[in-house]
């Protein structure tokens, strides 16, 4: 998988996640700074992973999930970025966000080795977004080939949407 990071190839650590491919499990920290883990979560989930929330796009895409997660009862939306929970508190709190939770890879970066978007270079995730079913099986992904894009927004809600 080649992705680049504002026009330049970046190198993408971790194994490449596919439809049918049952979740990794990973642990981040939530905004308490307590870990969580695949086991902590339930039912459909989305997952997103960003460079950092307090840019336009990641936090465009947070937002527009924020608004979004309510056309589809229960499924969970994380954006998962290396924004510490601090920060990521701070800005949950600025932007009214209630409907996606924030966690950080910062410490572990079991996210990113264990879904295949850490970019050591750059320290940072890889856009990415993956629906997780009930059953932990990954029904769809996709890596963003342009770290710096969105993500196709209708087509991870469709996936979640008919998700179980």
Not at 22 to 33: E, G, K, Q, R
Request: aromatic share 8%; with cysteine.
């Amino acid at each position: 998988m080649e992705l680049k990071f504002q026009g330049n190839p970046v190198k993408v650590l971790g194994d490449e996640v596919k439809v049918g491919d049952m979740a990794p499990d990973f642990t981040v920290i939530n905004n308490s700074m307590a870990p969580i883990s695949l086991k902590d979560t339930k039912g459909v989930r989305i997952i997103l992973t960003v460079p950092s929330i307090d840019t336009p796009v990641c936090d465009l895409e947070a937002r527009t999930f924020n608004e979004r997660a309510s056309e589809i009862p229960d499924v969970t939306v994380y954006t998962i970025s290396m924004d510490l929970p601090f920060a990521q508190s701070r800005w949950c709190a600025a932007h009214g966000i209630k409907s996606v939770i924030t966690l950080s890879d910062y410490k572990d970066r079991t996210v990113g080795k264990n879904f295949g978007t850490y970019i050591e270079d750059l320290g940072l995730l890889a856009r990415a977004a993956f629906v997780i079913d009930s059953s932990n099986k990954v029904v769809f992904v996709e890596y963003v080939p342009e770290v710096t894009d969105y993500p196709n927004y209708e087509a991870i809600l469709k996936a979640a949407k008919e998700a179980k």
